[in-house]
């Protein structure tokens, strides 16, 4: 407004914490989410399998049913490692299935419409504009991967007992790390295509060709170098490592649980790299 009106006023309303500014970015880009229908009927699907383990673990403990079976306890499931690899597994897909159509919205539009310095001369950093974005596509696959997986693994400890829940401890630990960690992938990875590729179509694409094509390419590297290290570079096989660990099931690969970390620290580092090259108030066009 022009100055000699001398009607403007400083803002005196309530400032938002310094610590939590970069939830606004979180706040609003998960209005959007939602808004199309196949996320919508992908993240439905995606509780499919969970309530289908959930009633076979009502059933197992149904003396009812199982005496009208003529079964014993624990023969319709078989609750152990392998049950809940298999849980993991099967939601960890449909995690990555959501990340390729919610990561292109994250950054591409921001740069295709010239729009970071915006927010970059407001007291937002880079660091919290990626971390913003970040938590969208982290809070949305947490209902699809841990959040369930604990869920279940709490309703057969108190099915089965305290006792069964705390010999069974690790079961809980590798859902939650093994997700955190499958998560934190497949965010930064989809951020650093976001970022660099700005047409969400050819983005979300390349993102499947990328996770895709990393399982095949890991192994014909093993293949034409006679080696195991191939492996390391493919991210699904690094966290089914981690799971197979943790759930005690043994898996047909010599990796290493410490080479899993190390690959999955290299890899996030990567794409922390790629977004710090491309996350700037200014773009330099030669």
């Known amino acids: 407004m022009a100055v000699h009106k001398r009607s403007y006023r400083a803002y005196e309303g309530a400032l938002t914490p310094r610590w939590s500014r970069f939830l606004i970015l979180t706040r609003y880009a998960a209005k959007g989410v939602f808004q199309s229908r196949i996320i919508t009927g992908l993240f439905v699907i995606s509780f499919f399998y969970p309530l289908l383990m959930i009633a076979g673990l009502y059933l197992n403990h149904n003396t009812q049913v199982l005496s009208m079976l003529k079964l014993a306890s624990d023969q319709i499931l078989v609750i152990n490692g392998t049950f809940f690899l298999v849980l993991m597994t099967v939601q960890a897909a449909f995690a990555f299935l959501m990340t390729a159509f919610i990561g292109p919205n994250m950054i591409a539009p921001d740069l295709a419409n010239n729009a970071l310095p915006l927010y970059f001369c ?125 759930f005690d099931v043994p898996i047909h690969t010599e990796m290493s649980i410490t080479g899993a970390y190390a690959g999955i620290a290299v890899i996030c580092g990567f794409c922390v790299l790629l977004l710090s090259r491309k996350i700037r108030a200014f773009e330099v066009v030669k």
């Open 122 to 246: 407001r007291p937002l950093s880079r660091t919290e504009y990626v971390t913003g974005r970040a938590c969208v596509i982290f809070f949305v696959l947490s209902f699809i991967t841990w959040i369930p997986g604990l869920l279940i693994f709490a309703i057969e400890g108190t099915l089965s007992g305290p006792a069964w829940a705390w010999d069974h401890r690790n079961f809980a630990f590798g859902i939650f790390i093994g997700s955190v960690l499958w998560l934190l992938l497949l965010t930064l990875i989809a951020l650093a295509i976001s970022a660099w590729v700005r047409w969400k179509l050819i983005a979300g694409a390349l993102l499947l060709a990328v996770m895709f094509a990393s399982s095949g390419f890991a192994t014909a590297v093993n293949e034409i170098l006679r080696v195991k290290a191939g492996f390391y570079l493919d991210p699904a096989n690094l966290i089914a490592a981690i799971w197979a660990r943790f």
